[in-house]
C-alpha cells in the first residue's frame, strides 16, 4: 500500500524531499534482512525467499517460497507429485544446513533421510 503526502505546510522541496520510504542496500544504510542460508531477497518486495527445490515452481510462486508463510498442495487421487516436492524441498534443506523436522503418516523419518543420502544417526 503507498501513500502520498499532499500539502501539509511544506514548500514544494520539502515535498519532494519528505518520504516515509527508506532506500535499502550500500547507499541508504544496508539490508535489514537477516541472513540465512539457502534464502535470498525477493526482488518485488524485499521478503526472503527460500527455493522450493524445484525452479520451475519456485518461477511459477514469484521466486520461492516467502520465509515464515505455509504452502498447502493438493493433488488428486492418482497424482504422486506431493511425495516429489516433499523429498525436494527436504533436500534443498538439507544443502543448506537447515534443520528438518520430517513428519509423515506413510514413512518412516529415517527411510526418507536415507533416500535423501543421510543416515538418519547423523539427524537424531
Given at each position: 500500500m503507498a501513500a502520498l503526502a499532499t500539502g501539509g505546510g511544506l514548500t514544494g522541496s520539502e515535498r519532494a524531499t519528505t518520504t516515509s520510504f527508506q532506500r535499502k542496500g550500500p547507499d541508504g544504510g544496508g539490508s535489514r534482512l537477516a541472513f540465512v542460508p539457502g534464502t535470498r531477497p525477493s526482488v518485488r518486495h524485499g521478503q526472503l525467499l527460500l527455493s522450493s527445490g524445484l525452479p520451475s515452481l519456485d518461477?511459477?510462486?514469484?521466486?520461492?517460497?516467502a520465509v515464515g508463510t505455509l504452502l498447502l498442495l493438493e493433488e488428486d487421487t492418482y497424482g504422486i507429485y506431493s511425495n516429489l516436492l516433499f523429498k525436494h524441498?527436504?533436500?534443498?534443506?538439507?544443502?543448506?544446513?537447515?534443520?528438518?523436522?520430517?513428519?509423515?503418516?506413510?514413512?518412516?523419518?529415517?527411510?526418507?533421510?536415507?533416500v535423501l543420502g543421510k543416515e538418519s544417526s547423523s539427524w537424531n
Open positions: 518461477n511459477v510462486l514469484g521466486g520461492g517460497l524441498f527436504l533436500a534443498e534443506g538439507v544443502v543448506c544446513g537447515h534443520n528438518l523436522f520430517i513428519a509423515s503418516d506413510k514413512e518412516e523419518p529415517s527411510d526418507i533421510l536415507k
